[in-house]
């Protein structure tokens, strides 16, 4: 407790406080921006810790982090473009909210459920860190493999309309994501000769490309912008986030159940952030009393999903600093930092140099809470700003950061044509129903899966029958039987309405867009 | 729209972003340098790069910036630099031992030569470590080998990647020491503290830095280097326990073939330098200094195209 | 605009195209390398022919509709390519510059005539805007952008 005291002074000092507020502040900008991801934040501060003190570095690394994760919401909502890639959920039930003129509510909602997640974070990451470490060694091989196939069936979820399009949209992502050199065998796919294609399709090339292109196309199309001119706000922005703020709190258990999911899921190496929010939309729409209602507005989609990534942020510390473990991307940045101080990971992280340790936590949980002002307030500007720039602006900017962040990504004009490619088929893949959702879902979890399944049957080598190790922990059996339970409780209710009721609305019946 | 097309506007594209003004080199330098890493941010060759910018810089006396162009284990980066950069000391580019080697050995085209560039200096190398769980049964060396042998594919080694340095390493123990065991690639560095710790596999070839940092929840049986890791000072070599096997990855840098000697000597120096300065940070977290230039450069290529290139084909034509 | 288009159909055809073109190079792999696309390849031609017998058997929607100018839809993504191919050739600046400055007088244009004045109304503008993201890019976070032919 001491320790924990003493972290507490440490970083409440001015220096500390401005450095929280910088990060958090140039966190949100850079994550707003398509193709610029948290990663990346972090890669171009990491010169700057290089100078400040050990906890100083790690403060103004957590913040940005931090910062850049609830970032990407604001072009989620305003501008269907999933700023970094764990905020893909949040775009299905924002976007549409936006386009009814409801944007200010989305972003409110957004701003809360991250603060609430982050201080959640942070709360499991100080409390519970050593228990739940132990959590995140059990998952080898086979069960990220069945994690993968339960992340799978959320393509269920996720097609509207007709479930044979949306798992066909989850093969062609799988598809994508084998593109490159091949994870276990070492050899190139599918590159057709061409040496650039070794790098694969980046994820967030081809979700720039699915989500911004096709939008942008219709836009100019239509010779509208991104939303519609929504008047006053229903009694002015206070009143807005009170009423988001009263949702939110009223029925706390959609909030609670993501922060749970995000914190599980965090653990997990290797699914990291892009999942949790999947993961977290996917349970808030099932136990939803009206699930027809989302993916067109139902601000529960925005909370579930932005809660549970920024509970991902301090949750994916958790194996990090007790482990070594990296659950997300970003995190081998700060786990690079760690060691560059002589600061291995392990118990001794809070015990020897507790105090440092429990400052970087705790400048976690101060970054959440400067969200609050920080994303209201810069949630309000570009809210304007998208708002009121006529469309024949707000077009070729939009075009033009898409670029630009998507060149920057791996300074690739490659990746920009494979962008532009991608988009341009996915506007006319919507026009016939196959969705850029499960297209994406695929490619983040194709990965995952073939990575588990070819490890499982390596190692599996000198068994008599291969693929029984699949089965072979109680928690890769847990982990298959609630994927036979996803698929059961998806499948039935259809099934059960076409067997016995015949005459009301076939479920497959779509209608186009 | 044809592949084929791309091909051509892309390397069209390409060459227009990387030239620079080519300027003569009467007081090199007098440009900012990029410096471009093959790989993503957050890796061992990044994190390295970043740590020598401001000395570079300081010794240099021009910006150095530092970008990445990360994909198919370097090789997208490689093949961009072999065909596009020009020779005037204003570019250049993280090279790594073993990817030059095995990857235009393995692939069918890489899109680059291992010989195709200048290669200024490696700086450091990170010997293969072989890493077992702290509970492990095997506590030396000698009895992971004696239960290979009797229950052969049995022992599970991780490292990271394909034909990278670490399954190098695995498929030399397997010849040295007359085993058969099975190398599980994983992708990159991360995923290995969880596969050790979770009792995934039987045991990691890695670097030595993963060595370092694990000291608490695994035990190290063998480096593969010369001499003893100075961070960890406990640990036999292979050779003191009788198997020849040293290697492991070199990071280096290389500047386009026709850069004059004048600006690589430059270049040279401006590494050493910096390397003595970072040596204090590096050494402990597992890294090995080393000043490879000019001739040696060569010797170290050869010498190791000689050892892997049978373990290679080896292992292609087995896939 | 509204066209006649079996959607099923179509869907199980691209999903067919997409296997064959990813069918054929698979030889020359390893069986580390090719079992998770093989498995993948033949549950998507499985999928795509359901969705085949479905369009006779029992079709979703027989239209799809396109929200707005047709012609504008395929004019935005030919712009969007040119962009592409141009910022290679004149460097990002110079490109961007011709096709921001191009892509918003096409699109005002839309809501009526653009008198000249409008125009050079709009150009610091369109400069302002450009000249932010690029020194964003370049300078903060260092990004080296496409030079094109001026280097």
């Avoid at chain 1, 206070?238 to 909030?255: D, E, Q, T, W, Y």
């Avoid at chain 1, 499960?438 to 490619?443: E, H, K, R, S, Y």
Wanted: with cysteine; glycine share 10%.
């Amino acid at each position: 407790m001491d320790m924990l005291l003493e972290a507490l002074f440490s970083i409440l000092t001015l220096k500390g406080l401005v450095t929280i507020l910088c990060g958090v502040t140039a966190g949100l900008f850079i994550g707003a921006l398509p193709g610029l991801t948290a990663t990346m934040a972090l890669a171009v501060l990491l010169p700057f810790t290089f100078t400040m003190s050990p906890l100083q570095g790690l403060i103004a690394l957590g913040a940005v982090y931090m910062g850049a994760i609830y970032g990407g919401a604001f072009t989620a909502i305003l501008i269907n473009t999933p700023g970094t890639p764990s905020s893909i959920a949040t775009t299905f039930d924002g976007y549409p909210m936006a386009r009814q003129g409801r944007a200010y509510e989305a972003l409110a909602a957004a701003t809360i459920a991250s603060v609430v997640g982050g201080i959640i974070g942070v709360t499991f990451l100080l409390l519970l860190a050593p228990p739940l470490a132990r959590l995140a060694v059990v998952f080898g091989p086979a069960e990220m493999f069945w994690v993968a196939l339960l992340g799978l069936t959320l393509v269920a979820s996720l097609s509207s309309g007709s479930l044979l399009k949306g798992l066909l949209g989850g093969c062609i992502g799988m598809l994508l994501s084998t593109v490159g050199v091949s994870p276990i065998g070492g050899e190139t796919r599918f590159i057709f000769g061409i040496p650039a294609l070794q790098g694969g399709i980046e994820l967030i090339v081809a979700l720039i490309g699915l989500f911004v292109i096709p939008e942008l196309i219709s836009m100019a199309a239509q010779g509208r912008g991104a939303l519609p001119e929504s008047g006053k706000l229903q009694g002015g922005a206070g009143s807005a986030i009170m009423r988001m703020g009263r949702h939110i709190f009223g029925k706390p258990v959609n909030l609670i159940r993501s922060c749970i999911i995000g914190q599980l899921i965090a653990i997990i190496p290797g699914a990291g952030g892009n999942v949790t929010s999947l993961v977290a939309y996917n349970e808030a729409r099932r136990f939803s009393k009206d699930p027809s209602s989302f993916g067109k507005g139902n601000v529960d989609g925005v909370i579930a999903s932005e809660s549970s990534n920024n509970v991902m942020v301090a949750g994916s510390m958790v194996p990090l600093l007790t482990l070594g473990i990296p659950g997300a991307p970003p995190d081998a940045i700060i786990l690079g930092v760690l060691l560059m101080h002589g600061l291995r990971p392990g118990l001794d992280l809070f015990t020897e140099t507790g105090v440092l340790t429990n400052g970087f936590i705790l400048s976690m949980g101060f970054a959440s809470m400067f969200l609050l002002p920080v994303g209201l307030l810069g949630g309000r500007l570009i809210h304007r700003v998208v708002v009121k720039t006529p469309f024949y602006f707000l077009l070729p900017s939009i075009a033009m950061v898409t670029i630009l962040g998507t060149y920057a990504l791996r300074n690739s004009m490659t990746d920009v044509f494979i962008m532009l490619l991608l988009g341009s088929v996915g506007y006319f893949l919507r026009l016939i129903g196959i969705q850029a959702a499960p297209i994406v879902l695929g490619m983040i979890l194709g990965v995952i899966a073939e990575k588990g399944y070819v490890q499982t049957m390596l190692t599996a080598v000198v068994d008599p029958v291969p693929w029984l190790r699949l089965f072979a922990n109680p928690l890769s059996i847990v982990l298959a039987c609630l994927v036979a339970l996803s698929v059961a409780t998806t499948l039935l209710p259809g099934w059960l309405e076409r067997s016995g009721r015949m005459a009301k609305v076939d479920p497959d019946e779509e209608k186009p867009s | 729209m044809t592949l084929a097309t791309t091909r051509w506007v892309g390397s069209l594209t390409l060459m227009a972003a990387l030239g620079m003004p080519g300027v003569a080199f009467a007081e090199y330098p007098e440009q900012p340098i990029t410096y471009t890493i093959p790989f993503d941010p957050g890796g061992e060759s990044d994190v390295t790069a970043r740590f020598q910018e401001p000395h570079l810089e300081e010794i240099l006396g021009v910006d150095v910036n530092v970008n990445h162009r990360p994909g198919g284990g370097g090789a997208v980066g490689w093949s961009e630099f072999q065909n596009n950069a020009e020779p005037t000391g204003y570019e250049m580019i993280g090279v790594n031992i073993p990817h030059i080697i095995a990857q235009p050995i393995m692939r069918e085209d890489a899109g680059y030569e291992t010989d195709n560039w200048k290669i200024v200096t490696f700086f450091h190398t990170t010997p293969n470590a072989l890493i077992v769980p702290k509970d492990s049964q095997f506590e030396t060396l000698d009895e992971l080998v004696q239960y290979a042998k009797e229950n052969p594919q049995a022992v599970t080694l991780g490292g990271s990647g394909t034909f990278s340095a670490n399954h190098l390493g695995a498929l030399r123990l397997e010849r040295e020491a007359d085993i058969d065991v099975t190398y599980i690639p994983f992708t990159g560095t991360g995923p290995l503290p969880a596969a050790i710790q979770g009792g995934h596999v039987s045991g990691i070839f890695n670097y030595s830095m993963l060595g370092v940092q694990m000291q608490d929840n695994a035990r190290v049986l063998a480096v593969a280097s010369e001499e003893r890791v100075p961070a960890l000072p406990d640990v036999p070599t292979f050779k003191e326990l009788g198997y020849d096997i040293v290697g492991g990855a070199y990071r280096g840098v290389a500047v386009p073939k026709g850069t004059p000697d004048e600006i690589v000597n430059t270049l040279e120096e401006a590494f050493a330098e910096t390397n003595e300065r970072i040596a204090e940070k590096q050494e402990p977290l597992g890294f090995v200094m080393t000043d490879i230039t000019d001739g040696e450069v060569d010797e170290v290529i050869q010498q190791l195209k000689t050892a892997y290139q049978p373990i290679l084909e080896e292992a292609k034509a087995n896939q | 605009m509204t066209l006649r288009l079996n959607t099923d159909f179509a869907a199980g055809l691209f999903g067919l195209l997409f296997a064959a073109i990813l069918w054929f190079p698979r030889e020359g792999m390893g069986r580390l390398s090719i079992i998770f696309p093989r498995a993948i390849l033949v549950i998507m031609v499985a999928l795509s022919l359901a969705l085949i017998v479905k369009a006779f058997i029992k079709p979703a929607a027989r239209q799809v509709e396109i929200e707005g100018d047709p012609r504008r839809l395929v004019i935005m993504i030919v712009v969007l390519f040119a962009w592409w191919y141009a910022i290679g050739v004149l460097g990002f600046l110079v490109a961007t510059a011709i096709v921001f400055f191009g892509l918003t007088w096409y699109l005002a244009h839309i809501e009526g005539p653009v008198p000249v004045r409008r125009l050079a109304q709009w150009a610091p503008i369109v400069a302002v805007l450009i000249g932010a993201f690029y020194l964003a890019f370049t300078e903060v976070l260092s990004v080296r952008l496409p030079s094109g032919i001026w280097s």
